[in-house]
């Protein structure tokens, strides 16, 4: 029998190969996005797309303002969203709400192809990310306490030059890319390690119960853990990996992408919008509800299918 040592050695050499593909992959299209969102700040686009959404956010007991947030957040991440927060003259209830909205469906082009590549449609993804982001702003706003704030600002666009634009974009891009190839490689190199000394098989037993009450396969426990901890960016290399292995079925992916889709990164993520004065039982029950629903509704759809099927 090979020692602990070559056996994690060995673990370490097979986690590689499939690391630097997944980061190559995730970089371009962070890259490809985060520049494009750059190019519609630089041009307007983008502050003529939060004007346009504006209204809307009346639904939901935000101010206008809100939407530049919610759209940046939507098309790039977390940290965007919260540094256009920081802007705005919002309460703990409006900030609260709005970072529901965001942490639901943040990073959609990046995330959803993650998702796709694990077993879930786009599509639906897509669909389902928006339409709970909105929905949950809905309930929110009925059911917290507090009044709604109401203010009215016009958009503009970055008078900045675009070359100090792109110098920022540049070095931000940088050090979020060099974050996430060295996260991607920790995260493979770790689950390959607890996979070949059987730590998996003990997380999936101890959190069987935890899984089960969210309609959750138990092998999926892991990349529960790898989701909710470092989120679906992140934790990319590594859901890829255990689908394409057949160590996870597309079924049983599609399950956890219905949950970890609205309730995801749920540590550093959430510590950063209660910095800024969002309350942490809202942003963390609220998905958690969603997620239950979204996914015993799709065991239902399924049950459905089967007992129709001849």
Known sequence: MPSARKRALSAINEALPGAWKTSVWMVKITVSISLAIVILRYTGVLFWFSDLLAPVFNVVGLPGEAALAYVTGYFVNVYSAIAVMATLSLDARAITILSVMVLCSHNIITETAVQQKTGSSALRMVLIRTFSAFLLG?????????????????????????????????????????????????????????????????????????????????????????????????????????????????????????????????????????????????????????????????????????????
């Open 138 to 310: 809905v309930i929110l706003n009925r059911l917290m306490p507090g009044e709604v704030i109401s203010v009215t600002t016009s958009f503009t666009r970055d008078h900045q030059a675009i070359g100090v634009l792109l110098t920022a974009w540049f070095f931000s891009s940088l050090r979020i890319v060099v974050k996430m190839v060295v996260l991607i490689f920790l995260l493979s190199i770790l689950q390959r390690l607890l996979a070949e000394f059987g730590v998996i098989r003990w997380i999936a037993k101890f959190l069987k119960p935890v899984m089960l009450f969210f309609g959750l396969p138990a092998k999926t426990a892991f990349l529960w853990i790898v989701a909710n901890t470092m989120g679906l960016g992140y934790g990319a290399a590594v859901m890829i990996e255990e689908t394409e292995r057949g160590k996870i079925s597309k079924q049983d992916a599609d399950l956890l992408n219905h949950h970890i889709c609205v309730s995801h990164s749920n540590l550093e993520d959430v510590l950063l919008l209660v910095a800024v004065g969002a309350l942490a039982g809202w942003l963390l029950l609220s998905r958690w509800i969603m997620a239950l629903l979204l996914v015993w509704e799709l065991r239902l759809e399924r049950s459905l299918f089967r007992k129709k099927s001849p």
